[in-house]
């Protein structure tokens, strides 16, 4: 566990007045992926780097957020975007990751049972293609492949797969490598090429389509109170992009999804989310395509409404597996930041 060094000083050093005083007003935006479920099901095969919690840590993580901080809609945050709206004091904005089903059987089901707005990021075409992203696709290749010694080429070269350890470590250091390559373009046909080394075929898409969020669970999900934005059409390395074809990722991604949901799309998560995932041309795409905002996953827990660039607003991931800190509590009698359970692990 990293201690939350400048949480620590604001405690100990009688800086706490000033410090809470800058806090108050700024928002934290919470970024959650995937919530976890029982081995014996689908999304078990999926990558376990994107799994934030369970359903039950998600609900006791939330009721946490909800006594130390006000959790806020997309809504809110705009209008504070505009000048139009103070935010209450520490608030806080919860959002998900790439419309997975568990987004659908369990997050939505928390959010509902406490009335807390919640904010999806959904990618299109996974939407309407019915794909799993091609993360997910590796994993379950690498943790359905028989026990042995493969040659994954350039992306992996000679690996032994034996125990889930050692298929994990392969498929994160395969997916490291897809994400910080120039591939330009789609990453699944290099996907398609590590599958075929193993031996393996890839779900066909009656299955692949049950790990997917549907077009009617998304359009329930809005009618009880949660907000639905984009992720892109193809889930792109945006930077990879020309600018052209950016703005046609975000301007799809919007279309289908309003064609769908019948209200603005306000919002754009950039997928990936970090500083090498998105630029300039990302930004300016996603103003010109229409939205009123567009966050980042930069893992930044304060952002100054009144200061923030609007298409480049930063979010904090939930550490995988957090849990509930005793030392966040501590820091929440004296008020100073409030965030238990989301100190950065490592
Ligand atoms: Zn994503």
């Known amino acids: 566990m990293k201690r939350d060094f400048i949480g620590y000083l604001a405690v100990h050093s009688g800086v706490a007045k000033v410090l809470r005083s800058i806090w108050h007003d700024q928002l934290t935006v919470l970024a959650y992926h995937r919530i976890g479920g029982t081995a014996s099901t689908f999304d078990a095969l999926f990558d376990d780097s994107l799994y934030s919690c369970t359903q039950q840590a998600l609900e006791q993580q939330l009721l946490m957020l909800k006594r130390v901080r006000t ?42 049972r406490h009335q807390i707005n919640g904010l999806f990021f959904v990618s299109t075409r996974s939407l309407t293609e019915r794909t799993v992203e091609w993360w997910n696709l590796l994993t379950i290749a690498i943790k ?23 298929r994990v470590a392969v498929a994160r250091s395969v997916s490291d490598k897809i994400k910080s390559q120039s591939v330009r373009g789609d990453a699944l046909p290099l996907v398609q090429d590590i599958a075929a080394r193993l031996a393996i075929a890839l779900p066909a898409i009656e299955q692949q389509s049950d790990g997917v969020i549907t077009p009617v669970q998304l ?6 109170g949660m907000t639905i934005g984009s ?19 975000l301007q799809q991604s919007k279309a289908i999804l309003e064609n769908l949901l019948q209200v603005p799309v306000r919002s754009i998560a950039y997928p990936y989310g970090q500083a090498t995932d998105y630029d300039q041309h990302s930004r300016d795409a996603a103003k010109l395509a229409g939205y009123d905002c567009a966050f980042n996953l930069l893992k930044r827990r304060l952002v100054d409404p009144s200061k923030v660039d609007r298409y ?35």
Do not use: W
């Open 71 to 112: 959790i806020v809609t997309l809504n809110d945050v705009c209008d504070a975007l505009d000048g139009k709206l103070k935010l209450p004091p520490r608030a806080a904005l919860v959002t998900f990751d790439d419309a997975t089903q568990d987004h659908y059987t369990r997050a939505f089901p928390v959010l509902r």
């Open 144 to 166: 359905r492949a028989a026990a042995g010694t493969y040659d994954l080429g350039e992306l992996g070269g000679i690996v032994t797969l034996h125990d889930a350890a050692s």
């Open 219 to 224: 359009i329930e999900m809005q009618s009880a």
């Open 231 to 249: 992720h892109s059409h193809s889930h792109a390395f945006l930077n990879r992009l020309r600018p052209q074809e950016q703005l046609q990722e």
């Open 312 to 346: 480049d607003i930063d979010r904090f991931p939930v550490p995988a597996q957090a849990g509930l800190s005793v030392r966040g509590v501590h820091l929440r009698h004296h008020g100073v930041i409030a965030l238990p359970e989301l100190e950065a692990t490592d």
